[in-house]
């Protein structure tokens, strides 16, 4: 029995040391599969081919060719391209997808551009659309939903709200600011004082510390705000 453990311990030193021959697998149906044979069971085999593994019945197999040790450095080099070629070109896509222009709609509010936005990747916006506003302005109940208390803040703002009155506000960074998946990050911001009601500010305004961050196009006509990244 000792002899008997020791042998099989011996043969899987000796499967882990030395690589897998590369196989090719051809199929009664006229396919062809190059890869690893991994596992062999009386009705079965089981193929790395990497980028995963196929399992064949060998019911469906016409023939096996096994090659030497050059042939399976040849297919891991091989796979080795590919996979860096496809990672190549998902960044590729991926890049160009954030570069592609987005567009977000926007609402006509008795002749107020609204659009809704994402804060912090966790408190929901309306904004008005002002591009006269230089930072993002936010009403003291969306800063508290988003854990910023107004009275720790010791940096103060002036600003003039739409109707000419001029308010004291306090200054935050926020970490993101999101209009339907366009995001951008440490975005400055003015907490209005929480004596400012005003419901036709709504949640406040999405200013241009927001929208300098792309080119961006309002097209009120089609409802619609067209942002590009630069």
């Known amino acids: 029995m000792f002899l008997k453990s020791s042998l ?77 070629a496809s990672e190549e070109r998902a960044k590729e896509e991926k890049l160009k997808e954030e570069l592609a222009p987005k567009h977000a709609t926007i609402t006509d509010d008795r002749g107020q551009l609204v659009v809704e936005a994402l804060l912090n990747q966790k408190v929901k916006a309306t904004f008005i659309l002002d591009t006269g506003a230089s930072l993002v302005v ?21 600003i003039k709200l739409a109707d000419g009155r001029e ?16 995001e951008a990050q440490n975005v400055d911001a003015a907490i209005l004082a929480a004596d400012v009601q005003d419901p036709s500010l709504k949640d406040g305004l999405l200013g241009m510390a927001y929208l300098k961050n792309f080119s961006f196009k309002i097209d009120q006509r089609n409802k619609k705000l067209t942002l590009e990244k630069f």
Not at 140 to 154: H, N, T, V, Y
Not at 167 to 182: D, E, M, P, R
Request: glycine share 8%; aromatic share 8%.
């Open 8 to 84: 099989f311990t011996f043969l899987g030193i000796i499967f882990a040391v030395f690589p897998l021959q590369a196989d090719t697998i051809y199929l009664k149906n006229g396919r062809t599969i190059e890869g690893f044979i991994t596992e062999e069971k009386p009705e079965s085999i089981l193929v790395d081919v990497g980028f995963g593994k196929v399992g064949l019945k060998r019911s469906e197999i016409e023939s096996v060719s096994r090659s030497d040790d050059n042939e399976a450095v040849r297919l891991r080099d091989k796979w080795s391209r590919q996979k860096t």
């Open 138 to 158: 936010i009403k003291d109940s969306i800063a508290k939903q988003l854990g910023l208390e107004a009275a720790d803040i010791k940096q103060d703002l002036k």
């Open 167 to 182: 308010s004291i506000a306090k200054h935050a960074v926020l970490a993101s600011v999101s209009v339907q998946g366009v």
